[in-house]
């Protein structure tokens, strides 16, 4: 049910960014950028952010429930997977490892000629400049993840979601990295004379699309997971509210 949830949420605002976007029927950059899947701040972007952070919290709450039965570094372990997926739920809508390459770039321009390994890896890379310090971080992240899963997701047979997952990821960074190649105009040059797009925004912002769809399709993936693990250790797993008052003991009104 949650699948069919997300997946046809996510129809919905594909469907919503081409009438608003690319038709543009109302002809009104405020109305576009509610519905642009491309840019941050926008309706697509918020539900793709608290997609991720309700992954997150499943997982928190996978790890809080098992504490009884691993131990207390798996633990903190689970614990530490759950606020990494929060936090990529807040970085994806304020934009911050956007920002700090910005920041980081501009720290590095004010040191050209230093003799300074990272200055000069900086410099050399071609696409965008946060490609340089995050993606090493997110990919050891997922890595790492992966690792820790291998045995639980595999006894479990959902480690196909998890491969999935992080796959969709992978390919949507890797188009973000190839839209920050210099010679990417000449490829959307390519692509619109090929298939005899009138516009240049078909092409760039179908990019974007492709990159985002694949980006919340793959988060989907991860959430069904680690939702199925998280029914399978619940084990009729029940919340009971109390009330902590006496019965005997009220106050008059």
């Given at each position: 049910?949650?699948?069919?949830?997300?997946?046809?949420?996510?129809?919905?605002?594909?469907?919503?960014?081409?009438?608003?976007?690319?038709?543009?029927?109302?002809?009104?950059?405020?109305?576009?950028?509610?519905?642009?899947?491309?840019?941050?701040?926008?309706?697509?972007?918020?539900?793709?952010?608290?997609?991720?952070?309700?992954?997150?919290i499943?997982?928190?709450?996978?790890?809080?429930?098992?504490?009884?039965?691993?131990?207390?570094?798996?633990?903190?372990?689970?614990?530490?997977?759950?606020?990494?997926?929060?936090?990529?739920?807040?970085?994806?809508?304020?934009?911050i490892?956007?920002?700090?390459?910005?920041?980081?770039?501009?720290?590095?321009?004010?040191?050209?000629?230093?003799?300074?390994?990272?200055?000069?890896?900086?410099?050399?890379?071609?696409?965008?400049?946060?490609?340089?310090?995050?993606?090493p971080?997110?990919?050891?992240?997922?890595?790492?993840?992966t690792?820790?899963?291998?045995?639980?997701?595999?006894?479990?047979?959902?480690?196909?979601?998890?491969?999935l997952?992080?796959?969709?990821?992978?390919?949507?960074?890797?188009?973000?990295?190839?839209?920050?190649?210099?010679?990417?105009?000449?490829?959307?040059?390519?692509?619109?004379?090929?298939?005899?797009?009138?516009?240049?925004?078909?092409?760039?912002?179908?990019?974007?699309?492709?990159?985002?769809?694949?980006?919340?399709?793959?988060?989907?993936?991860?959430?069904?997971?680690?939702?199925?693990?998280?029914?399978?250790?619940?084990?009729?797993?029940?919340?009971?509210?109390?009330n902590?008052?006496?019965?005997?003991?009220?106050?008059?009104?």
């Amino acid at each position: 049910m949650v699948f069919i949830f997300c997946v046809t949420a996510q129809a919905f605002l594909i469907i919503c960014d081409y009438i608003f976007n690319y038709l543009d029927l109302f002809n009104d950059l405020e109305m576009r950028r509610i519905w642009n899947i491309a840019r941050e701040k926008s309706i697509p972007t918020w539900f793709s952010a608290m997609q991720t952070q309700a992954l997150g919290i499943t997982v928190l709450f996978t790890g809080i429930i098992q504490r009884g039965r691993i131990s207390h570094l798996k633990t903190i372990i689970w614990i530490l997977i759950g606020m990494f997926f929060f936090w990529i739920g807040i970085d994806d809508f304020a934009e911050i490892h956007e920002r700090l390459g910005s920041v980081l770039k501009r720290l590095v321009e004010n040191r050209v000629g230093e003799n300074s390994p990272f200055v000069g890896l900086f410099l050399k890379n071609p696409s965008y400049n946060w490609h340089t310090f995050m993606t090493p971080i997110f990919a050891l992240c997922g890595l790492g993840i992966t690792v820790f899963l291998w045995t639980a997701f595999r006894q479990t047979k959902l480690f196909f979601y998890l491969f999935l997952g992080f796959g969709c990821w992978i390919v949507a960074q890797a188009i973000d990295y190839v839209e920050g190649l210099d010679q990417i105009e000449s490829l959307y040059q390519e692509i619109q004379k090929t298939f005899a797009i009138k516009r240049k925004y078909g092409v760039t912002h179908t990019f974007k699309v492709v990159e985002e769809a694949l980006e919340m399709f793959g988060t989907t993936l991860l959430w069904i997971g680690f939702l199925r693990y998280f029914a399978m250790v619940a084990d009729g797993f029940q919340i009971q509210l109390k009330n902590a008052t006496p019965a005997g003991d009220k106050e008059s009104l």
